[in-house]
């Protein structure tokens, strides 16, 4: 069955770059949009942006400055960066299919958590 | 952006109806999804488009959408309904999807 795993790093100090990458296995990973979400602790679900299997991206307007997201067919893999972090990006990120025709996350990674602290 | 409300908390008796609302303006003119996360996992979806439900989730869960206010319904509700729930809308306007701050549905 489908499965999307996260992986990075926990830990990531202010200023500088968080890296995260998800590996999708048990489905194409074409024809679909991949997202990436967080969720900071206690608080509900951002979503951050979108890449086709294309490359084509779509970008939340509050973090479109500092992140870049790209896919990796070859790999089927998703990889997202996220530069100058501070404590407002602590949190749990997850990678999600999105079903196109309805417009929801249907399938989602387990998740990873990120802290940004010195 | 489009903004959506909800109520931090919501409790509610073993077999009783809990009632979950989702405001935003017009929101009638959107399709609303709800999902369910238990502590420690991933969302997952229970309503889509409304009112529509996935295969594998109980009839227990309905939703309604009219006005400015969408509604998550959680009837005969069991001990394993204790989650915190989500909605979730495209805004097509600004092709940003957007989440609920959620709501903590406790089992008295």
């Known amino acids: 069955q489908a499965q999307l795993q996260e992986s990075g790093p926990g830990l990531v100090k202010p200023s500088e770059t968080l890296s995260l990458t998800c590996n999708v296995s048990g489905v194409s990973i074409y024809s679909f949009y991949w997202n990436w979400i967080r969720q900071p602790p206690g608080k509900g679900p951002e979503w951050i942006g979108s890449v086709y299997y294309t490359g084509s991206t779509n970008y939340n307007p509050s973090l479109k400055s500092r992140i870049t997201m790209s896919i990796d067919t070859s790999k089927n893999q998703l990889s997202l960066s996220l530069r100058s972090v501070t404590a407002a990006d602590t949190a749990v990120y997850f990678c999600?299919?999105?079903?196109?025709?309805?417009?929801?996350?249907?399938?989602w990674g387990q998740g990873t958590m990120v802290t940004v602290s010195s | 952006s489009y903004v959506l409300t909800q109520p931090p908390s919501v409790s509610v008796a073993p077999g009783q109806t809990a009632e979950i609302t989702c405001g935003g303006k017009?929101?009638?003119?959107?399709?609303v999804h709800w999902y369910q996360q238990k502590p420690g996992q991933a969302p997952v979806l229970v309503v889509y488009d409304d009112s529509d439900r996935p295969s594998e989730i109980p009839e227990r869960f309905s939703g309604s959408n009219s006005g400015n206010t969408a509604t998550l319904t959680i009837s005969r509700v069991e001990a394993g309904d204790e989650a915190d729930y989500y909605c979730?809308?495209?805004?097509?306007?600004?092709?940003?999807?957007?989440f609920g701050p959620g709501t903590k549905v406790t089992v008295l």
């Open positions: 999600a299919r999105l079903q196109l025709g309805i417009r929801t996350f249907d399938i």
């Open positions: 979730q809308v495209w805004d097509i306007n600004s092709d940003q999807y957007v």
């Open positions: 017009n929101i009638r003119n959107k399709s």
